[in-house]
């Protein structure tokens, strides 16, 4: 079993950048050959993918995010970001990473609270 750890939350005024972390607890090699995602739930909303990256380092964004977000892996570390930036009040939602390899597994990591204040 893998665990997913998220760091980075927290409250953010607009217009803000903080940067998400996702550290996976084990198995360096599950993680390198996983799809990885970060997903968000705002209140009373489904769960939408935010972006992903793939083993080789495609990315792909919900058009919501793009050219604000970015998404980045460190294989070495275990670990995939999220770099936000220019927030608006309406990227407040409960973030979650994901760690996906089909067939295979999927992993969610407990989600951390990002809530922007106008």
């Known amino acids: 079993q893998v665990q997913l750890v998220e760091s980075g939350g927290g409250l953010v005024q607009s217009g803000g950048s903080p940067s998400l972390s996702c550290e996976a607890s084990r198995s360096r090699f599950m993680f390198s050959i996983a799809t990885l995602g970060w997903y968000r739930q705002a209140p009373g909303k489904s769960r939408e993918l935010v972006a992903a990256?793939?083993?080789?380092?495609?990315?792909n964004y919900a058009e919501y995010v793009k050219g604000r977000f970015t998404i980045s892996r460190d294989n070495a570390k275990n670990t995939v970001y999220l770099q936000m930036n220019s927030l608006k009040p309406e990227d407040t939602a409960v973030y979650y990473c994901n760690m996906w390899r089909s067939n295979l597994y999927d992993y969610w990591g407990q989600g951390t609270q990002v809530t922007v204040s106008s």
């Open positions: 990256i793939t083993r080789e380092g495609s990315t």
